[in-house]
């Protein structure tokens, strides 16, 4: 793990958290201030068939506010329940754009008692940005998230 005592401060901003959505408003807070690459952070929940925008950080907001389960790498997450990482969005057929900049993205399925319950959807304006040092990272969020909602 690269990231091992961002995620001791994360866990520890977490367990401070008066609701499940204050611990993700922290979490979202804390990856877009502290990551250089993590360009747009937000959090997306299921609900019925649609994916619906909770807390974000970035510079804009995103018109995509609900996703159906299925359209875009986001409703591609909640299809197969994995880590979607797409190095170059302008190579993804399944990409659909919310801001110009963004040339990469990851999408981390937050699940709980083996249930999808939503994901963590980071954009960058790097090409590339997401290695395997961020996924095991952002998994091991995706669980810490899984446990407060
Ligand atoms: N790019 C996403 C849509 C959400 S925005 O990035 C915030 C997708 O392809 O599902």
Redesign the pocket.
């Known amino acids: 793990m690269k990231y091992p005592e961002r995620l001791d401060d994360i866990a520890e901003l977490i367990r401070g958290a008066t609701t499940a959505e204050d611990a993700q408003a922290r979490a979202v807070e804390h990856l877009y201030e502290r990551f250089r690459r993590y360009d ?1 952070v ?1 959090i997306y929940r299921l609900e019925g068939e649609e994916l619906v925008l909770g807390p974000w950080k970035g510079e804009a907001a ?1 018109e ?1 506010v609900r ?1 159906r389960v299925g ?5 591609a997450c909640a299809v197969s329940g994995r880590t979607e990482v797409v190095p170059d ?1 302008s190579a993804d057929d ?6 110009s900049e ?1 040339k990469s ?1 990851i ?1 981390v399925p937050i699940v709980k008692k083996g249930r999808f319950w939503g994901e963590i ?1 980071i ?1 960058s304006s790097t090409l590339n940005a997401f290695g395997p040092d961020d996924v095991e990272f952002l998994e091991a969020l995706a669980k810490l998230l899984a446990a407060r909602v």
């Not at 359209?71 to 409703?75: D, H, Y």
């Open positions: 747009w937000g995103t995509h996703i359209e875009g790498v986001c409703g969005v399944r990409y659909v754009a919310c801001f963004t993205e999408v959807d954009d």
